[in-house]
């Protein structure tokens, strides 16, 4: 096991579990997680022991509740001009090569929703839910990836709404590929990953490449990227990301 501050590193033969571990703020994504993230993704995706990767959070709440809200304010009041952390280690994730289920454990909203959608497999609980927030905050969220897993009027529902969907309407939209118990949920993640390790690694590799190119759309992600960093200097994001944190934290 190695050691980060935000996130825990497991592995058991060729499978690597990566934990977001911040239970405690729904494993929100702070500008550390963001960073232990890409450091561990960086240092296990050469490594040709691991074969499949398994990403999922500390807790039976919340599987990444998105950007840690509170932080983000905050680098919004001090004129900050540094990168969205979660907008990167999502980026970071899109990226990997090897084979990655997301282990769906309860809430994945906004950046968390994002992360889910950027795995190649999403195994639920079955008190997970997703929410695609952007839009409620100003944003572009998901926009690029999501109509390739739901469909393009689906996903422009969802995006257009931001409402939530509970693990069996992501069932039947193709959202989860499977859900089982909470209970249950980390050991069928370790089945398929384990069954996955068991196949050519090259073939799965190269079979990764050719279904992303064939249902992917680069312009869609560049345009996306582009959308949001204009977007985010705009007021009314800034607005709304100071009221949607005020809600937050009012609820505790």
């Given at each position: 096991?190695?050691?980060?501050?935000?996130?825990?590193?497991?592995?058991?033969?060729?499978?690597?579990?990566?934990?977001?571990?911040?239970?405690?703020?729904?494993?929100?994504?702070?500008?550390?997680?963001?960073?232990?993230?890409?450091?561990?993704?960086?240092?296990?995706?050469?490594?040709?022991?691991?074969?499949?990767?398994?990403?999922?959070?500390?807790?039976?709440?919340?599987?990444?509740?998105?950007?840690?809200?509170?932080?983000?304010?905050?680098?919004?009041?001090?004129?900050?001009?540094?990168?969205?952390?979660?907008?990167?280690?999502?980026?970071?994730?899109?990226?990997?090569?090897?084979?990655?289920?997301?282990?769906?454990?309860?809430?994945?909203?906004?950046?968390?929703?994002?992360?889910?959608?950027?795995?190649?497999?999403?195994?639920?609980?079955?008190?997970?839910?997703?929410?695609?927030?952007?839009a409620s905050y100003g944003l572009v969220g998901g926009g690029s990836q999501l109509p390739r897993i739901v469909g393009?009027?689906?996903?422009?529902?969802?995006?257009?709404?931001?409402?939530?969907?509970?693990?069996?309407?992501?069932?039947?939209?193709?959202?989860?590929?499977?859900?089982?118990?909470?209970?249950?949920?980390?050991?069928?993640?370790?089945?398929?990953?384990?069954?996955?390790?068991?196949?050519?690694?090259?073939?799965?590799?190269?079979?990764?490449?050719?279904?992303?190119?064939?249902?992917?759309?680069?312009?869609?992600?560049?345009?996306?990227?582009?959308?949001?960093?204009?977007?985010?200097?705009?007021?009314?994001?800034?607005?709304?990301?100071?009221?949607?944190?005020?809600?937050?934290?009012?609820?505790?």
């Amino acid at each position: 096991m190695s050691t980060y501050e935000a996130i825990i590193l497991e592995r058991d033969g060729h499978v690597a579990t990566i934990r977001l571990n911040r239970p405690e703020k729904h494993n929100a994504i702070s500008s550390q997680m963001s960073q232990d993230l890409i450091d561990c993704l960086d240092a296990i995706e050469p490594d040709n022991d691991v074969r499949v990767i398994v990403l999922t959070g500390v807790g039976e709440r919340a599987f990444c509740a998105g950007a840690d809200m509170t932080e983000a304010v905050e680098m919004m009041a001090s004129g900050s001009n540094k990168r969205d952390h979660a907008a990167v280690a999502n980026v970071r994730v899109l990226r990997v090569k090897k084979p990655i289920i997301a282990a769906v454990n309860g809430y994945a909203y906004g950046g968390g929703a994002l992360m889910a959608i950027n795995c190649d497999i999403r195994l639920c609980a079955d008190n997970a839910r997703f929410r695609f927030v952007g839009a409620s905050y100003g944003l572009v969220g998901g926009g690029s990836q999501l109509p390739r897993i739901v469909g393009a009027p689906l996903a422009k529902e969802l995006i257009f709404t931001a409402r939530t969907v509970d693990a069996d309407e992501a069932l039947r939209i193709g959202l989860a590929n499977h859900v089982v118990s909470i209970d249950e949920l980390e050991s069928a993640a370790l089945q398929m990953a384990n069954e996955i390790a068991t196949h050519s690694p090259s073939a799965i590799l190269a079979s990764k490449e050719v279904i992303d190119i064939a249902t992917s759309v680069k312009d869609a992600a560049r345009s996306e990227l582009a959308h949001n960093l204009e977007l985010r200097q705009s007021d009314e994001h800034r607005e709304r990301f100071r009221a949607a944190t005020d809600r937050v934290t009012k609820r505790g």
